[in-house]
């Protein structure tokens, strides 16, 4: 499962609070990952990191930020929460070499 | 028109049955990852192919770079296969993934 854990896992908060959801990996890989999965849309991308410090954005990043601090740990921050927002989060990792994606358990959030 | 595009979106099938699942795309790729993925559960890569054909069990993935197209096959199909399908492909100097929207199967016994 490539050491990947997120947290928390299920999340139920209100329009217009912060929220920040945590991914945690124990193999020092360089690229994460953030998506989020809607029916109808699938898995898009929200922002990305090649390395501490180092961000970009995705497809779907506006109401988005991020933060990578250390290899081990990449935090997704939304603002402000909106309904829009209720999705599956996915942290993925991308191997060295070979650049295949794992995927972690994922966050069920919920916004009221 | 989405750059990744998968057929069919659902599929039932017998147990037994040999299964085939398509995905196209339209953009130059170096690689291309299949997804599994089971009813409230987490993403599981299967494949990453560049070129030619691997397997894994009975389950059989296939790339035609030149046609822009890879198929998934799986052998003997078994009611624990059925879940969501998803091509993804590989592009840019970031590796970032485009993915199509999934088929979702169902194998009945």
């Known amino acids: 499962d490539a050491g990947i854990t997120q947290s928390p896992r299920h999340k139920v908060t209100e329009t217009g609070t912060p929220v920040t959801l945590r991914c945690h990996q124990t193999e020092n890989h360089r690229y994460m990952y953030w998506y989020r999965q809607d029916p109808g849309h699938g898995l898009r991308l929200i922002h990305y990191s090649y390395g501490v410090k180092d961000t970009d954005k995705g497809e779907v990043s506006d109401g988005y930020s991020v933060s990578r601090s250390k290899t081990e740990d990449f935090l997704l921050t939304l603002e402000s929460a909106t309904s829009s927002q209720t999705s599956v989060y996915f942290c993925a990792i991308r191997t060295q070499g070979a650049g295949e994606q794992y995927f972690g358990p994922g966050t069920r959030l919920t916004v009221t | 028109k989405n750059e990744v595009e998968q057929s069919p979106q659902n599929l039932t099938a017998q147990e037994g049955e040999f299964i085939t699942i398509n995905c196209s795309y339209s953009v130059g790729i170096s690689a291309l990852h299949w997804l599994q993925q089971h009813p409230g559960g987490g993403i599981v890569s299967l494949f990453m192919?560049?070129?030619g054909k691997k397997k894994h069990g009975r389950l059989i993935a296939t790339i035609n770079i030149q046609e822009k197209h890879s198929s998934l096959h799986i052998t003997a199909s078994h009611p624990r296969d059925s879940a969501v399908y998803i091509c993804a492909v590989i592009r840019g100097s970031q590796g970032n993934l485009i993915f199509g929207k999934g088929t979702k199967l169902s194998v009945k016994p």
């Open positions: 192919l560049s070129s």
